[in-house]
T-cell receptor, first 111, second 114 residues
Framework: GQQLNQNPQSMFIQEGEDVSMNCTSS?????WLWYKQDPGEGPVLLIA???AGELTSNGRLTAQFGITRKDSFLNISASIPSDVGIYFC???????????WGAGTKLIIKP | DTAVSQTPKYLVTQMGNDKSIKCEQN?????MYWYKQDSKKFLKIMFS???????INETVPNRFSPKSPDKAHLNLHINSLELGDSAVYFC?????????????FGPGTRLTVL
């Protein structure tokens, strides 16, 4: 099935650094979602975006719905050890459609 | 109280066996899902049920058969297990079926086929 392109695949960063990741597609989406999966757990919704250009924050996390509606971005400021995990983007083309998932960005924080 | 629970957490079995994974949600949601997460961590939707009716049935071998006895339960039975079935299987639920509804995931069942 169709897959979103999520970049980077993995990131090795120092504690305190800022993190940026993105999700792109050749198709237009009406909704973008960002989930986080902690090690050994299921994904949990972090941020939902419903409108082109929308910028939404959740604590140190900020996500944006791209103006073209074909991409979305997630930023994490001042990373801490508990930010470790896999971040998935997911998109919806229509409210009746299922989610289309990205392949995930694995975030690893160097001690 | 656990919102979406799965049993067992770990399942190790031999090729050719038949096994079941159970899922229960106490959120009162109408829709439940089964996902497979392979070793590369890609999440693939397998099935979705809405009010006990099958809504999504992706290209999954016939050996996989979901069963929803009621809205709160969605079980997954796998016949004649193969090595390639080794993965983490996640159950999830959402209030409605629209793709914008937040999905709540269970903790996963790690299946290892030897």
């Amino acid at each position: 099935g169709q897959q979103l392109n999520q970049n980077p695949q993995s990131m090795f960063i120092q504690e305190g650094e800022d993190v940026s990741m993105n999700c792109t597609s050749s198709s237009i989406f009406n909704t973008w979602l960002w989930y986080k999966q902690d090690p050994g757990e299921g994904p949990v919704l972090l941020i939902a975006l419903y409108k082109a250009g929308e910028l939404t924050s959740n604590g140190r996390l900020t996500a944006q719905f791209g103006i073209t509606r074909k991409d979305s971005f997630l930023n994490i400021s001042a990373s801490i050890p508990s930010d470790v995990g896999i971040y998935f983007c997911a998109g919806v083309k229509d409210s009746n459609y299922q989610l289309i998932w990205g392949a995930g960005t694995k975030l690893i924080i160097k001690p | 109280d656990t919102a979406v629970s799965q049993t067992p957490k770990y399942l190790v079995t031999q090729m050719g066996n038949d096994k079941s994974i159970k899922c229960e949600q106490n959120l009162g949601h109408d829709t439940m899902y089964w996902y497979k997460q392979d070793s590369k961590k890609f999440l693939k939707i397998m099935f979705s049920y809405n009010n006990k009716e099958l809504i999504i049935n992706e290209t999954v071998p016939n050996r996989f058969s979901p069963k929803s006895p009621d809205k709160a339960h969605l079980n997954l039975h796998i016949n004649s297990l193969e090595l390639g079935d080794s993965a983490v299987y996640f159950c999830a639920s959402s209030e409605g079926f629209g793709g914008t509804d937040t999905q709540y995931f269970g903790p996963g069942t790690r299946l290892t086929v030897l």
